[in-house]
């Protein structure tokens, strides 16, 4: 496991933009795959987007509810993950977590929960309308 901590939420109106960052313990980050996830006030932790490290390059995967949208991407020096969030709506108003899968295979991606094994402790994500 790895240890991850979130930052850049906020409270915004609908249309903006928020840039989330999560950064990395762990001296083989660039092997991780890593996840963003969010869970609104009495609804299930749901996936967003998950981004991983293959022999042909990195591989992106969204959420239909996002895509377009949320853009996610990895600096391997920095041992940091980045949501960025564009043109937001209210109903992305959730908690957002940055998750670790540090025993990534190399291949697939995961969308579940279950797949990491590591998170952060949150950041809050606020959209007025």
């Known amino acids: 496991q790895v240890h991850l901590v979130e930052s850049g939420g906020g409270l915004v109106q609908a249309g903006d933009s928020l840039r989330l960052s999560c950064a990395a313990s762990?001296?083989?980050?660039?092997?991780?795959?890593m996840g963003w996830f969010r869970q609104a006030p009495g609804k299930e932790r749901d996936f967003v987007a998950t981004?991983?490290?293959?022999?042909?390059?990195?591989?992106?995967y969204y959420a239909d509810s996002v895509k377009g949208r949320f853009t996610i991407s990895r600096d391997n020096a920095k041992n940091t993950v980045y949501l960025q969030m564009n043109s937001l709506k209210p109903e992305d108003t959730a908690v957002y977590y940055c998750?670790?899968?540090?025993?990534?295979?190399?291949?697939?991606?995961?969308?579940?929960?279950?797949?990491?094994?590591?998170w952060g402790q949150g950041t809050q994500v606020t959209v007025s309308s």
């Open positions: 998750a670790a899968d540090t025993t990534y295979s190399g291949s697939g991606y995961s969308i579940n929960t279950v797949g990491y094994d590591s």
């Open positions: 981004i991983t490290l293959t022999r042909s390059g990195a591989n992106t």
């Open positions: 762990g001296r083989t980050f660039s092997s991780y795959a």
